[in-house]
């Protein structure tokens, strides 16, 4: 089994279409509007969503994130801290110092940045609503 898509429910999918595609070099596989019964499926009083499927078009059927908007929007969530029961983290293989001077400029914010014993670096950011993203280099190990 594999997992499909991750969705993310975003305040503004324009935002984070850019921060996921020209940040993190994703795709945009879909970009649809949908009205259907989502206060009974999501709890909340918007029938209509756009929702925007992400991914590598060179292998759509990996990994997936879905960025949802709803027309009658939806609280923000809590604010970014720690990690906590419920939330969620994305992570993602990358040459780190390609990736993470792009994500800066579409709104990354909360850089955390470790090395491991082995030399390879690892940072956290946030993406504009919050998510945390965590960046694992593939490059070659960090300079001491």
């Given at each position: ?25 994703f795709a ?47 609280p923000a ?12 983290m994305l ?54």
């Open positions: 089994m594999n997992v499909h898509h991750v969705t993310l429910f975003v305040g503004d999918a324009d935002r984070s279409v850019r921060f996921y595609r020209d940040g993190l070099g945009v596989l879909m970009d649809r509007e949908y009205e259907a019964d989502w206060p009974a499926l999501f709890g909340v009083a918007s029938s209509r969503v756009r929702a925007v499927a992400m991914g590598d078009t060179d292998r759509p059927e990996l990994g997936q994130i879905e960025l949802v908007t709803f027309a009658e929007p939806v969530g809590p604010p970014a801290t720690a990690p906590a029961t419920g939330t969620a992570a993602f293989h990358i040459d780190l110092e390609a990736v993470l001077p792009r994500l800066r400029d579409q709104g990354a914010t909360s850089v955390r940045r470790i090395t491991l014993a082995r030399g390879n670096a690892i940072v956290t950011v946030r993406d504009p609503d919050g998510v945390m993203v965590e960046l694992i280099d593939v490059g070659r190990p960090a300079a001491s």
